[in-house]
């Protein structure tokens, strides 16, 4: 039964990507130029774009349930933030109500064969090279470019399910740029996906978007580091793990 499912499931995806590759490139793409995308931001939008392709057609292995969209921020970018417990975790980032996203990734991913060439054609921020300085210049170009973020502030994905400390980048970008924390709580993503066979398992998985954080809430000493503790306690309280 494992077997057969897991199969099933590489057939979909594999003919949903074939699908997407030549529809992206004969259609979306040109329109995008035509509209004046730029290069990255062409790479972003597709990349964001597969990945919901991939969620929804998924079903009905994965069931996937959204809650609070309403909690975006209308017209103006966010900083999603998300807990880390799958490899796979960032195709269910693309979820959220943007599709526009520059995405923190860790040095290792831009070195893989197909997924690094198409993330540094989207200009992914390299989590662990990128000084705060060179953030904020980065963060303040594309957010006049209406571009959103996705960051796992937890740095690796957790082999326990239980959150890890948080790290700082998201919250500096908030402050500096003036732009809201959102968090995103997800639940489930363990069970659909594992690194040993059975790869793929039947899951409901649970996507909530909390209420926004925003960084004029926080202005005293070094505001980034209490804004980083304020929203690590919401994620712990959300998920039953207050210290």
Known sequence: MHLLQNLYYLIVISAVTIVFEISYHLVAKPLLYLRGYKRDDIYRIKNAVYGKVCVRASWPV???????????????????????RSNVD??????????????????????????????????????????????????????????????FPEGHRSRDGKLRRFYSGAFYLSIHTGIPIVPVVMTGIEKFFSTKFPF????????????PVYPQDFTEGQPWLRMRKHVEGIYRKHLGEEL
């Open 62 to 84: 994965l069931k996937v349930k959204m809650k609070g969209r309403k909690n975006v921020p209308k017209g103006q970018p966010c900083v999603f933030v998300y807990n880390h």
């Open 90 to 151: 960032i195709f269910f980032a693309s979820m959220v109500p943007r599709s526009n996203l520059m995405v923190f990734v860790r040095s290792w991913p831009f070195r893989l064969r197909l997924f690094g060439w198409s993330m540094q054609r989207a200009n992914y921020i390299n989590s662990e090279t990128t000084a705060h300085d060179e953030l904020v210049r980065k963060g303040l170009d594309l957010v006049d470019r209406k571009v959103s973020f996705v960051v």
């Open 200 to 211: 793929i398992n039947t899951a409901n998985v649970e996507i909530e978007l909390l209420e």
